[in-house]
């Protein structure tokens, strides 16, 4: 479990668009799995769960800053009403928007660790 951040309104079709890639109901961002690999995303606040893809990842420079944050996806503007009850970008910073990331049969977790987080990956099957 981790947090979930989110992209100003209309940059991930940009992102998407720069990338060929066609837009889809849920893109995400996350540092944790490959562009185009579709992953599991559950909302810890709302109980909503969405099929995403990786439609964007963090520059190598800002990657690690991100996993130490504890955010694990960062939402299209698109989702971040059913998934964050967000109704405008900036509105919560991302600890109130609490989410599980799985990849296949694993489930990132992220923990506090003074001053930092740090992620684990558990196998679910």
């Known amino acids: 479990d981790g947090y979930a951040a989110h992209y100003r309104d209309g940059l991930m079709e940009q992102v998407a ?3 060929g890639m066609p837009i889809v ?3 995400i961002a996350t540092p944790y799995a ?3 690999t579709w992953v599991t995303v559950e909302s810890l606040l709302t109980g909503v769960v969405q099929a995403c893809r990786v439609t964007d990842i963090p520059h190598p420079h800002d990657r690690q800053s991100i996993i130490d944050r504890g955010i694990v996806v960062e939402f299209g503007f ?3 009403d059913e998934m964050c ?3 405008y970008a900036g509105q919560e910073p991302p600890r109130a928007c609490p989410v599980r990331l799985l990849i296949g049969t694993t489930e990132i977790r992220v923990a506090r660790r003074t001053p930092h987080f740090y992620a684990t990956r558990i196998d679910l099957y």
């Open 34 to 36: 490959d562009l185009g």
């Open 78 to 80: 698109a989702n971040i």
């Open 85 to 87: 009850n967000l109704s």
């Open 17 to 19: 668009a720069n990338r």
């Open 25 to 27: 109901d849920c893109m």
